[in-house]
Nanobody
Framework: QVQLVESGGGLVQPGGSLRLSCAAS????????MGWFRQAPGKEREFVAV????????YYAASVKGRFTVSRENAKNTVYLQMNSLKPEDTAVYYC??????????????????WGQGTQVTVSS
């Protein structure tokens, strides 16, 4: 089992940047593919990005591609989400998640075995 704790959320103006972190503990972090999801008030939780075990493969939602970058440091048991050019519509609670297997369904919630508690990101002037 793995425990996930997100940090780095906060209030930022439109056009600004934030970097989210997700620290993992428990079983070998490097054996998990790591995803980021977000959930805005009144909306379904949606996929943001995913990175493979080694970091060689990444995949992004169309709404964030070119603005967000997912990365990981296996030696630190941490995955990051660098968010640039933030928009008000990026406002949401952001969750990291761990998946034991890489499948074609990495953009779906069911692909992930473990979830963090989330961190709030608010983009507003």
């Amino acid at each position: 089992q793995v425990q996930l704790v997100e940090s780095g959320g906060g209030l930022v103006q439109p056009g600004g940047s934030l970097r989210l972190s997700c620290a993992a503990s428990g079983r070998a972090f490097s054996t998990y593919n790591m995803g980021w999801f977000r959930q805005a008030p009144g909306k379904e939780r949606e996929f943001v990005a995913v990175i493979s075990q080694s970091g060689e493969a990444t995949y992004y939602a169309a709404s964030v591609k070119g603005r967000f970058t997912v990365s990981r440091e296996n030696a630190k048991n941490t995955v990051y989400l660098q968010m640039n050019s933030l928009k008000p519509e990026d406002t949401a609670v952001y969750y990291c998640a761990a998946a034991q297997r890489w499948t074609v369904y990495m953009s779906t919630r069911n692909a992930y075995n473990y979830w963090g508690q989330g961190t709030q990101v608010t983009v507003s002037s």
